[in-house]
């Protein structure tokens, strides 16, 4: 798979596609791919960095809403280009249980469209757009929310995933 770079405003995925495979290590020393969860729901996160207060809240979020998710035959899987061993810290650190991938190359990134080019104080960067992406037990795009803005994030993917 090649990385593939959008820009804001572009749209990549549209809902009903199928999803972008994935095989990427996880924390704890999990693999993590998009087959391995073949038949269920997954609400795929996307953030840009362990333990910074935007990200570390919407982990939270998530996790502390799993067994509900559980209940809608979801599974919660986190994303971030953060090396494995930033995954285990943050997720130690915070208690955590959700699996976490690790996209090092970008590769998946790239696929969901969601390594873009960023703006802050006029400087130009590459960077995850919080993206969060609910995927049908069919492999296809239910639902696309862009942009995220964490607080009641977490219970509106949960009513998505109840809800397909």
């Given at each position: ?44 996160y996307f953030y840009p960095k362990d333990d910074t207060s935007g990200c570390t809240k919407e982990a939270i979020d998530f996790n502390s ?100």
């Open positions: 798979m090649s990385t593939t770079v959008g820009k804001v405003g572009e749209a990549g995925l549209k809902e009903g596609e199928l999803a972008p495979e994935f095989d990427l290590p996880g924390a704890g020393g999990e693999k993590l791919s998009l087959a391995a969860f073949k038949g269920k729901k997954v609400a795929l809403l799993s067994d509900k998710f559980a209940k809608a035959k979801t599974v919660v899987v986190g994303m971030s280009p953060d090396p494995v061993k930033s995954h285990d810290k943050f997720r130690a650190k915070y208690e955590l249980s959700l699996p976490l991938a690790s996209d090092e190359k970008k590769d998946a990134l790239g696929a969901y469209g969601v390594w873009v080019e960023k703006s802050m104080y006029g400087r130009k960067y590459m960077g995850v757009e919080r993206t969060t992406v609910l995927i049908g037990p069919d492999g296809r795009i239910a639902r696309i929310w862009r942009k995220v803005k964490v607080p009641g994030h977490a219970e509106e993917v949960l009513a998505a995933a109840k809800a397909l």
